[in-house]
């Protein structure tokens, strides 16, 4: 005969056993996870101030928070960055013209935009504007329209603005990167593409001083044989080849410029002449502020 259910004998509970603790990540891994958490929801807030989607460019959020997970960490641990005047961006959109440093990869313009994305309240989402000739290589071009960058196009920076984005800029061009390291931190000339621009959007300037960025891979030669086998502009080789020098990045943003006037050449060129010397003065400035190149 069956015995009834609720006459079965019940096991013994040994009086030492204790309850088993959940298991807890390490305390690094949660702060990393937190860290990751916190970055989605800023840029998911940064995407949501442009008024239509950046996905129009190639922007993927997936891949793009994947991407910045990395930059901030080498923003917060690597180049260890400092952030100046980055809470009077303009609240609406605004253009960044920065002076160009980084030699292989483009370290000081992914410092800027984590900072943007990071540190700026509320937090922004910036366009990139690369050349052209960049964005068709197979993986940096892939890579950088995956965060948001895009063709360094008149018309798109043009769209990007009126749509109300952040945009960045180096008007100093590829021409940056082949410039000796006794020349560091002298601007070289600007182009004007970034003048005809901010007047046709209506959009402010921001000047961006980058300083650490010209000690982080010093130039030893640009063949030009190598860049036309590589297919790029320049080809700078450094001695750090693609990791750089552990240096202390300062950034340091400057007042909103609004250029108004006519467009004509002449104007135009005092315009970007003006520009320049803003942001050669901001660089001084940064430059006699900095207490050593590493920290």
């Not at 006037?261 to 005092?270: C, E, F, Y």
Request: charged share 20%; with cysteine; hydrophobic share 45%.
């Amino acid at each position: 005969m069956a015995t009834p259910p609720q006459l079965l004998p019940v096991p013994a509970t040994p009086l030492d056993t204790e309850p088993v603790a959940p298991t807890r990540r390490p305390r690094g891994l949660r702060r990393l996870g937190a860290f990751r958490a916190r970055l989605r929801t800023q840029l998911a807030h940064a995407c949501l101030l442009e008024r239509r989607p950046p996905e129009r460019f190639g922007f993927r959020f997936d891949a793009a928070a994947r991407m910045f997970a990395v930059t901030g960490l080498l923003y917060r641990k690597y180049f260890r960055v400092e952030c100046h005047g980055i809470e009077s961006l303009p609240s609406g959109a605004f253009l960044l013209v920065a002076n160009h440093s980084s030699r292989v990869l483009s370290w000081d313009g992914a410092m800027i935009v984590t900072a943007c994305l990071l540190d700026a309240e509320p937090p922004r989402l910036v366009h990139g504007m690369a050349d052209h000739r960049l964005m068709t290589l197979p993986v940096l071009g892939a890579a950088a329209r995956l965060i948001g960058a895009v063709d360094g196009r008149r018309p798109a920076c043009e769209e990007l603005l009126r749509r109300g984005a952040a945009v960045l800029t180096f008007p100093e061009g590829v021409r940056a990167l082949a410039k000796p390291f006794r020349e560091r931190y002298r601007l070289r000339g600007f182009g004007h593409g970034f003048v005809h621009v901010a007047l046709a959007t209506g959009a402010p300037i921001v000047p961006v001083a980058v300083i650490g960025a010209e000690e982080e891979a010093p130039l030893l030669a640009n063949p030009s044989w190598l860049a036309r086998l590589v297919r790029t502009p320049v080809a700078p080789i450094t001695p750090t080849i693609v990791l750089p020098l552990p240096v202390k990045y300062r950034l340091h943003f400057g007042a909103p410029i609004r250029l108004k006037g006519s467009t004509g050449p002449d104007s135009v060129a005092r315009q970007a002449q003006h520009v320049r010397a803003v942001l050669q003065d901001l660089i001084s400035r940064g430059l006699a502020a900095r207490r050593h190149v590493f920290f």
